[in-house]
T-cell receptor, first 115, second 113 residues
Framework: DADVTQTPRNRITKTGKRIMLECSQT?????MYWYRQDPGLGLRLIYY???????NKGEISDGYSVSRQAQAKFSLSLESAIPNQTALYFC??????????????FGEGSRLTVL | SQKIEQNSEALNIQEGKTATLTCNYTNYSPAYLQWYRQDPGRGPVFLLLIRENEKEKRKERLKVTFDTTLKQSLFHITASQPADSATYLC????????????FGTGTRLKVLA
């Protein structure tokens, strides 16, 4: 099983619908992140969480919200999806413990299409 | 404004040669710089990390350099193989020590057999 699991892997929805992307991890890491990837724009940080009670906005948080339900779970919501939110979304984790320096472990991505 | 630049054009090289990819940044003072590999439709995979006080880091056929004066990192793959074909991303810790990484757009490498 993957260490960082994203569901769904693919989703097509319509403008105005509410969408939730879920991420769960078995790595025991304290930090979790949501990125979106668009051609030519690279990976951009949406939200990040350093522990269950610490959630922070990234570069492009408008139109998104997150919930850290447990250390292992971090979900991303689009309250009212719009077409320019069509992208590939990645969840990632990292640890601040031990000798790690924040290397990120990514899930396989969730491809979202908003029509 | 803060910016990370990687060559957006694809890099084609012959098998066995050394591939060199560039990551330039402006208006950052990163404590850490990372390189990732990404295959089509997959999540990025961590390759190497280099700290601001390190000039060079090696791992098998990979070598990374970090010049904080030039604000540049070079990523080398020696004895390249077709299996090395992928997109390579650099990422910086934007605010020293916060582990909040910002990514470049990546460079696509194709190694020709």
């Amino acid at each position: 099983d993957a260490d960082v699991t994203q569901t769904p892997r693919n989703r097509i929805t319509k403008t105005g619908k509410r969408i939730m992307l879920e991420c769960s991890q078995t790595k025991g890491h304290d930090r979790m992140y949501w990125y979106r990837q668009d051609p030519g724009l690279g990976l951009r940080l949406i939200y990040y969480s350093f522990d269950v009670k610490d959630i922070n906005k990234g570069e492009i948080s408008d139109g998104y919200s997150v919930s850290r339900q447990a250390q292992a779970k971090f979900s991303l919501s689009l309250e009212s999806a719009i077409p320019n939110q069509t992208a590939l979304y990645f969840c990632a984790t990292s640890s601040t413990h031990g000798r790690g320096s924040g290397e990120l472990f990514f899930g396989e991505g969730s491809r979202l299409t908003v029509l | 404004s803060q910016k990370i630049e990687q060559n957006s054009e694809a890099l084609n090289i012959q098998e066995g040669k050394t591939a060199t990819l560039t990551c330039n940044y402006t208006n950052y003072s990163p404590a850490y710089l990372q390189w990732y590999r990404q295959d089509p439709g997959r999540g990025p995979v961590f390759l190497l990390l280099i700290r601001e006080n390190e000039k060079e880091k090696r791992k098998e056929r990979l070598k990374v350099t970090f010049d904080t004066t030039l604000k540049q990192s070079l990523f080398h793959i020696t004895a390249s193989q077709p299996a090395d074909s992928a997109t390579y991303l650099c990422a910086l810790d934007r605010n020293s020590g916060t582990y909040k990484y910002i990514f470049g757009t990546g460079t696509r490498l194709k190694v020709l057999a």
